[in-house]
């Protein structure tokens, strides 16, 4: 299972950091990756980490801002996110990958495992 957590409610320029917690079959994956979804628009990748060595990935928009981090010993990944826009709020959504490789780290369908989603609110 995976259970996210640390959303809020922000103003601009401000951070928040989000964590997820991975536990039973979820410690089996390859890649920990975070999305997020606005309201009308499809989940897009934000940002994946692989728990076996220290390769980030970032999609453009959120490069600078955001860092992907994870804890292996508490099996434990962050997204801390500062620079918030408002462009940025959504529900973030961290997910596990068993077999993602590479080239399809950005692609959702390549998660195996989802966890609930929390919200993440940008005021301007």
């Known amino acids: 299972q995976l259970q996210a957590s640390g959303g809020g409610l922000v103003q601009t320029g401000s951070s928040l950091r989000l964590s997820c917690a991975a536990s039973g079959r979820t410690l089996s994956s390859r890649v920990m990756g975070w999305f997020r979804q606005a309201p009308g628009k499809e989940r897009e990748f934000v940002a994946a980490?692989?728990?076996?060595?220290?390769?980030?990935y970032y999609t453009d928009s959120v490069k600078g801002r955001f860092t992907i981090s994870r804890d292996n010993t508490k099996n434990m990944v962050h997204l801390q996110m500062n620079s918030l826009k408002p462009e940025d709020t959504a529900v973030y959504y961290c997910?596990?990958?068993?077999?993602?490789?590479?080239?399809?780290?950005?692609?959702?369908?390549?998660?195996?495992?989802w966890g609930q989603g929390t919200q993440v609110t940008v005021s301007s």
């Open positions: 980490v692989r728990w076996s060595a220290s390769y980030t």
């Open positions: 997910a596990a990958g068993v077999r993602t490789i590479t080239t399809m780290i950005r692609v959702p369908s390549s998660y195996d495992y």
